[in-house]
């Protein structure tokens, strides 16, 4: 079963690549914006704390994320065998805590997969879901003080997985289908995805993808 990691800057297409690769395995999809977002839906105290942060984009601090966090990973890695974390960990001490509990109970990602646009693509794919969804942090001034945290907070990742050879990098500035096709590839080829019997799919191409096995 597979258990990985979606890390993207916002509009980079973690909760749609993620929702798809949850169906292709039958992994739980862990989104932590919808965890959130059914806090502050509910309207407890908590959720209204929540909802102090996320509204200005700014990320919840890492205490409050573990308690909401760690035990939908533990019950979800329990009822399905795998995860599809989609926005945690998201900063350091966030990824360092993960990689503890990850050890401890036996459930360390298998691979993080980096998801890339650049960012005037990502601005017009946010504001476009604004239309459609309604989320309040979808304003532009929002949108770029997302994308500034997410530099500043959430990129450092990247290398921290890169360096742990598990970070798969691909780009979705492309038809959706181009990415599916390489996702199921390099997980294919890394062996937490198994492969679809009988089934086709697209060549790869097009892709920026990056396998960082070579850095092992
Ligand atoms: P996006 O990737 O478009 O920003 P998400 O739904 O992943 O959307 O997250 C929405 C908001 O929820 C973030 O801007 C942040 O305020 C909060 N959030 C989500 N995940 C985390 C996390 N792991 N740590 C801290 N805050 C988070």
Same mark, same amino acid.
């Given at each position: /079963?597979?258990?990985v990691v979606m890390l993207s800057p916002?509009?980079a297409g973690k909760? &749609?690549h993620?929702?798809?690769? &949850?169906?292709? &395995? ?15 839906? +509910? ?36 009822? &399905? ?10 900063? /350091?001490?966030?990824?360092? !805590? ?13 691979a993080v997969i980096y998801l890339t646009a ?6 017009? +794919?946010?504001?476009? +879901? ?8 979808? %304003? ?5 003080? !997302?994308?500034?945290?997410f %530099? +500043?907070?959430t990129a450092p990742l990247v290398d921290y997985y890169r360096?742990?050879?598990i970070l798969i990098e691909l780009s979705t ?6 990415v599916?096709?390489?996702l199921?590839?390099w ?5 937490? /995805? ?12 097009? %892709?920026s993808a990056n396998n960082d %096995?070579?850095? !092992?």
């Amino acid at each position: /079963m597979v258990r990985v990691v979606m890390l993207s800057p916002p509009g980079a297409g973690k909760g &749609t690549h993620g929702r798809w690769l &949850t169906q292709q &395995t039958g992994a739980a999809h862990i989104s932590s914006g919808d965890l959130l977002r059914a806090e502050v839906a +509910r309207g407890s105290r908590l959720g209204r704390q929540v909802a102090a942060y996320t509204a200005r984009g700014n990320l919840v601090p890492d205490e409050l994320i573990f308690s909401i966090l760690i035990p939908a990973v533990v019950a979800a890695a329990r009822d &399905t065998g795998g995860y599809v974390l989609d926005g945690f960990p998201r900063t /350091m001490p966030q990824a360092l !805590r993960a990689a503890q509990v990850g050890v401890e109970l036996g459930l360390t990602s298998e691979a993080v997969i980096y998801l890339t646009a650049p960012e005037e693509e990502l601005v017009t +794919r946010l504001l476009d +879901r604004a239309q459609r969804d309604g989320r309040v942090d979808d %304003t532009l001034g929002v949108i770029q003080h !997302r994308l500034a945290v997410f %530099t +500043r907070e959430t990129a450092p990742l990247v290398d921290y997985y890169r360096s742990r050879g598990i970070l798969i990098e691909l780009s979705t500035d492309r038809p959706e289908a181009d990415v599916r096709a390489d996702l199921r590839d390099w997980l294919e080829a890394r062996g937490p /995805m198994r492969p679809v019997a009988g089934g086709s799919r697209a060549a790869p191409g097009g %892709t920026s993808a990056n396998n960082d %096995t070579a850095d !092992r």
